[in-house]
């Protein structure tokens, strides 16, 4: 699935502005769509540091509701969440949709077989068995109804290296880099093979993984809304069908036009 990624992939400014901005108009059109069919969007967002995860998501709820959506930032488990299955924590974050239609999990379950297995915070029986219990809860959710959504941001260890340094080199960016990312960063080959792994083993008919090319985050940003709009509409009703079936149906449930009177004349 990675080799076919293309992280040369870029626009232009001028094209990234208007794309953009379709892009965000759209969503906010389908973001209410999702309210009127009582439907759920859930988005899991993963990828290497320093690969615009954060920003794409920034982008992509700018003109929505916010009474519509919750992001989860998701770090370590603490206090309650480490007593229990690492699922539980993010069963118990879902909300109905008539609550919140698009849940945004920034890092997720796949922790499991990412840092918690390059890391040594699980055992390799807990995270090989992770794959499975993965799969059976994402088919839990889409079985349930809802649209799952699962982005993999990609960058070349080069452009992750160069953001890097460009955040050490600005104040008000320095926050970002922690000891942390160095030491991930030095794992690279550890890491890229866990990520080989959970590709190949949770990316299902039902539950795809999209691969976003990050090297040029413009481009990542828009991808990023293109793919949400493009999971939604194949999801969600158009109106004009909706008001067709309707039309076709009286409040009883039955078909206009089948009347006895009708069925006599057939």
């Known amino acids: 699935m990675r080799r076919a990624v293309d992280l040369g992939k870029r626009l232009e400014r001028e094209e990234y502005r208007q794309r953009l901005l379709d892009c965000q108009l759209k969503l906010r059109e389908l973001a209410f769509r999702l309210y009127q069919d009582k439907r759920s969007l859930v988005v899991v967002v993963e ?7 954060g920003g794409s998501i920034r982008r992509a709820i700018e003109k929505i509701d916010p009474r519509g959506y919750e992001v989860y930032s998701i770090a370590a488990p603490e206090g309650e969440d480490k007593t229990h299955h690492y699922l539980w924590r993010f069963w118990r974050r879902l909300q109905a949709p008539d609550e919140k239609q698009i849940v945004i999990f920034d890092r997720s379950w796949y922790g499991r077989v990412l840092v918690e297995r390059v890391e040594g915070f699980a055992t390799e029986e807990e995270w090989k068995r992770a794959y499975r219990e993965i ?69 299902t008919l039902s539950a795809p993984w999209t691969i976003i090319e990050g090297n040029d985050k413009l481009w990542a940003r828009v991808k990023t809304q293109e793919t949400l709009i493009a999971a939604l509409e194949a999801n969600l009703e158009a109106p004009s069908a909706k008001s067709a079936t309707g039309n076709t149906k009286s409040n009883n449930g039955k078909k206009k036009g089948s009347k006895k009177g009708d069925k006599e004349k057939s």
């Open 47 to 53: 990828g290497w540091d320093a690969a615009g995860k």
């Open 135 to 203: 799969n059976h809860f994402e088919r839990q959710l889409t079985n349930h109804g809802m649209i799952l959504v699962k982005l993999w941001f990609e960058i070349s260890p080069e452009e992750q290296l160069r953001r890097f340094e460009a955040r050490r080199a600005t104040s008000h960016k320095r926050w970002k880099l922690t000891d942390e990312d160095w030491r991930n960063r030095h794992k690279w080959d550890l890491y890229e093979e866990a990520l080989v792994d959970m590709l190949r083993k949770t990316s």
